[in-house]
C-alpha cells in the first residue's frame, strides 16, 4: 500500500531528484533508514523512477508525432515505434485509432528516416502531423504535482537545491558526455562512482560535469511516475490554438498547474501541446472548464490515452515502469 510518507518522498524526490535520503528525511520528519528503505521499494515496485535527462535545447530539436491508424494495427504500429531508441513516449489515444509519440533524434537523418521514410511507407498508417517542439516547460516547478498530501512550501524551500553559479560561457555538450547521459537516462540517481564506472572518468570529474550541465541548463532531473498506482489514472493530451501573442502566458500559466506532465510550444496546425493527468475524468472536465477555460484559447482538441507503451525511455508493463537496457560500462 502506498501511504502519505510514500507519496511525500515522491513529490520531495520531485523537487530535487538527487536530494540525498538524509535531507528528505530531515524534512519529512522521518528516519534516513525510512526513506531509504521506502524509496527501493517504490522504485523496485514501478512506482517512480529519476531520470537525468538532456534539456531540448541541449539536443537536436524533438518532435511530437500524431499517426491515425487503422485500430486494429494500433499496437502493432506503436510496439513498433516503442523499439526504436530515438522514440521515448509513445501513447495509443483516440479510442484506439490514433498513435502519439515523441522522438528526439541524434541527428537530421535519424529524423528523416522516421518522419519521411518508415512511417509514411507503413500500410497501416491513414496519415501523419508531425509537431517541430519550439520550447518545452521541463523540470522544477513544471514538474505534475497533483499529489493528495503535497508539501508545504517550507517544506519544498528547504528541498530545493542551492542554486548553481551561472556559467560564463556557453557550455558545449561533448561527445564523451553521451555515455554520461545514457546512463543517467537510466536512474538519475546513480552515485558519482556508479556514473565513474560506466564512463571510465574519475569521481570528480564526474561531479564537476554534472553539475557544470545542470549549471548550464543542459541537464534535467525528472521524475518518472506510473500515476495509475498513485491514484490518478486518467491521461489525456490536448491540442491547444493560442493567438500568438498569448502563446507564452497560457503555456507557462498551463505548465504552473499541478495536473499538468508536460507543456510545449509546437509548430503546426496547433501551437501548444499538454498532456494532463487526473484522479478521473471529472477531474479533467473541471480542469478543462476551469484552468484551460479561463484562458484565452482559441480552440482545443482533447484526446485521452488510452495505454502508455513507452515513457520517458522506457518500455511500459501495464502501470509498471520497465527499465531500458542499460549503458555498457566503457572497457567492457
Same mark, same amino acid.
Given at each position: 500500500?502506498?501511504d502519505? +510518507?510514500?507519496?511525500?518522498i515522491?513529490h520531495a524526490?520531485?523537487?530535487d531528484?538527487?536530494a540525498?535520503?538524509?535531507?528528505?528525511?530531515?524534512?519529512l520528519g522521518?528516519?534516513?533508514q525510512t526513506?531509504? =528503505?521506502?524509496?527501493?521499494r517504490?522504485?523496485?515496485?514501478?512506482?517512480?523512477?529519476?531520470?537525468?535527462l538532456a !534539456?531540448?535545447?541541449?539536443?537536436? %530539436?524533438?518532435?511530437?508525432?500524431?499517426?491515425?491508424?487503422q485500430p486494429?494495427?494500433?499496437g502493432?504500429?506503436?510496439?513498433?515505434?516503442? *523499439? *526504436?531508441?530515438?522514440?521515448?513516449?509513445?501513447s495509443i !489515444?483516440?479510442?484506439?485509432?490514433?498513435?502519439?509519440?515523441? !522522438?528526439?533524434? *541524434?541527428?537530421?537523418?535519424?529524423?528523416?528516416?522516421l518522419?519521411?521514410d518508415r512511417?509514411?511507407r507503413?500500410?497501416?498508417v491513414?496519415?501523419?502531423?508531425?509537431f517541430s517542439?519550439?520550447?518545452?516547460y521541463?523540470g522544477?516547478?513544471?514538474?505534475?504535482t497533483?499529489?493528495?498530501?503535497p508539501l !508545504?512550501?517550507?517544506?519544498l524551500?528547504?528541498? =530545493?537545491?542551492? &542554486?548553481?553559479?551561472?556559467?560564463t560561457s556557453?557550455?558545449?555538450?561533448?561527445?564523451?558526455?553521451?555515455?554520461?547521459?545514457?546512463?543517467?537516462?537510466?536512474?538519475? *540517481?546513480?552515485?558519482y562512482?556508479?556514473l565513474?564506472?560506466?564512463?571510465?572518468?574519475s569521481?570528480s570529474?564526474v561531479a =564537476?560535469?554534472?553539475?557544470a /550541465?545542470?549549471?548550464a541548463?543542459?541537464?534535467?532531473?525528472?521524475?518518472?511516475?506510473?500515476?495509475?498506482?498513485l491514484?490518478? %489514472?486518467?491521461?489525456?493530451? /490536448?491540442?491547444?490554438?493560442?493567438? $500568438?501573442?498569448?502563446?507564452?502566458?497560457v503555456g507557462?500559466?498551463l505548465a504552473?498547474?499541478p495536473?499538468?506532465g508536460?507543456?510545449?510550444?509546437?509548430t503546426? $496546425?496547433?501551437n501548444?501541446m499538454?498532456?494532463?493527468?487526473?484522479?478521473?475524468t471529472?477531474?479533467?472536465?473541471?480542469? /478543462?472548464?476551469?484552468?484551460?477555460?479561463a484562458?484565452?484559447?482559441r480552440?482545443?482538441? +482533447?484526446?485521452?490515452? /488510452?495505454?502508455r507503451?513507452?515513457q520517458?525511455?522506457s518500455?511500459m508493463?501495464?502501470?509498471?515502469?520497465?527499465d531500458?537496457? &542499460? &549503458? $555498457?560500462?566503457r572497457?567492457?
Open positions: 500500500m502506498i502519505a +510518507t510514500d507519496r511525500q515522491v524526490m520531485q523537487v531528484g538527487r540525498p535520503f538524509s535531507r528528505v528525511a530531515g524534512v522521518v528516519s534516513e526513506v531509504a =528503505r521506502r524509496w527501493r517504490l522504485r523496485a515496485d514501478g512506482v517512480v523512477r529519476v531520470l537525468g !534539456t531540448p535545447a541541449a539536443t537536436e %530539436p524533438s518532435w511530437h508525432i500524431r499517426v491515425r491508424v486494429a494495427a494500433a502493432a504500429v506503436a510496439e513498433a515505434l516503442a *523499439r *526504436r531508441p530515438e522514440v521515448s513516449w509513445v !489515444t483516440a479510442g484506439g485509432a490514433e498513435i502519439t509519440c515523441s !522522438t528526439r533524434p *541524434r541527428t537530421p537523418r535519424q529524423r528523416d528516416a518522419l519521411l512511417l509514411p507503413t500500410v497501416q491513414i496519415d501523419l502531423t508531425a517542439v519550439l520550447h518545452a521541463v522544477g516547478e513544471y514538474e505534475w497533483g499529489f493528495e498530501d !508545504t512550501d517550507d517544506q524551500a528547504a528541498l =530545493r537545491p542551492a &542554486p548553481a553559479p551561472t556559467p556557453p557550455l558545449a555538450l561533448d561527445p564523451e558526455d553521451e555515455l554520461l547521459f545514457a546512463a543517467l537516462a537510466t536512474d538519475g *540517481r546513480l552515485s562512482a556508479e565513474a564506472g560506466v564512463t571510465g572518468w569521481e570529474r =564537476r560535469r554534472v553539475e /550541465l545542470r549549471a541548463g543542459a541537464l534535467y532531473f525528472d521524475l518518472e511516475i506510473a500515476n495509475e498506482l491514484g490518478h %489514472p486518467v491521461s489525456a493530451m /490536448l491540442w491547444l490554438g493560442v493567438a $500568438p501573442a498569448d502563446i507564452s502566458h507557462e500559466s504552473r498547474q495536473e499538468t508536460f507543456t510545449a510550444v509546437v503546426g $496546425p496547433v501548444l499538454v498532456a494532463v493527468i487526473c484522479r478521473d471529472a477531474h479533467l472536465y473541471r480542469f /478543462l472548464t476551469e484552468q484551460v477555460g484562458l484565452p484559447v480552440t482545443m482538441e +482533447t484526446s485521452t490515452v /488510452l495505454r507503451v513507452k520517458a525511455g518500455r508493463d501495464g502501470p509498471r515502469l520497465t531500458p537496457e &542499460p &549503458p $555498457p560500462a572497457g567492457r
